[in-house]
T-cell receptor, first 117, second 114 residues
Framework: NAGVMQNPRHLVRRRGQEARLRCSPMKGHSHVYWYRQLPEEGLKFMVYLQKENIIDESGMPKERFSAEFPKEGPSILRIQQVVRGDSAAYFC???????????????FGEGSRLTVL | AQTVTQSQPEMSVQEAETVTLSCTYDTSENNYYLFWYKQPPSRQMILVIRQEAYKQQNATENRFSVNFQKAAKSFSLKISDSQLGDTAMYFCAFRETSGSRLTFGEGTQLTVNP
């Protein structure tokens, strides 16, 4: 499967625990984006990363949330001390570099659904 | 900041009929991309159609077409010969050509009735 891979698909955590969501972009894509979708709502931008760099984190909550995209391995969205309001679907998307074959489209993974008990 | 507005939270259409979903956006940019994504019950985000702002011709993809009115900042989606499988949430989205993030509207839930 050459698409954007997210895991786990479903994650259950108790309040106060940590959640880690992983995303492997499509082959050849160096840009990763994380979005959050609360129930019955649209997708809200959280963060945009390139390898080893956070480019835009203006949509990230100031506390408890962090993201990284290391030189090797998947991008990680980390939520510390989860609360019930963190329950949502978290989508990762990727795109190729701005130059070259960039049609502007973001390619989405199937999402990770976090449930906080 | 760019904003995307979808004023129709829900719509329904009979199978084989045509339906149009509305979208307006706000930007000061001259070059940008516009998209319609579909999210069926499986929650997968699927690209339906794409429009580049510098192209005057409206994009079409089989039964899906857009009416892009740049001056009015309007980007509606027309679905012809609606099928049951078209039932989904439809999101309009905007992206600057030189920018990064994709900004979504709140979505329109489309139900195709048999």
């Amino acid at each position: 499967n050459a698409g954007v891979m997210q895991n786990p698909r479903h994650l259950v955590r108790r309040r106060g625990q940590e959640a880690r969501l992983r995303c492997s972009p499509m082959k050849g894509h160096s840009h990763v984006y994380w979005y959050r979708q609360l129930p019955e709502e649209g997708l809200k931008f959280m963060v945009y990363l390139q390898k080893e760099n956070i480019i835009d984190e203006s949509g990230m909550p100031k506390e408890r949330f962090s993201a990284e995209f290391p030189k090797e391995g998947p991008s990680i969205l980390r939520i510390q001390q989860v609360v019930r309001g963190d329950s949502a679907a978290y989508f990762c998307a990727s795109s190729p570099p701005m130059a070259g074959q960039n049609t502007g489209e973001l390619f989405f993974g199937e999402g990770s659904r976090l449930t906080v008990l | 900041a760019q904003t995307v507005t979808q004023s129709q939270p829900e719509m329904s259409v009979q199978e084989a009929e045509t339906v149009t979903l509305s979208c307006t956006y706000d930007t000061s940019e001259n070059n940008y991309y516009l998209f319609w994504y579909k999210q069926p019950p499986s929650r997968q985000m699927i690209l339906v159609i794409r429009q580049e702002a510098y192209k005057q011709q409206n994009a079409t993809e089989n039964r899906f077409s857009v009416n892009f009115q740049k001056a009015a900042k309007s980007f509606s989606l027309k679905i012809s010969d609606s099928q049951l499988g078209d039932t989904a949430m439809y999101f309009c989205a905007f992206r600057e050509t030189s920018g990064s993030r994709l900004t979504f509207g709140e979505g329109t839930q489309l139900t195709v009735n048999p």
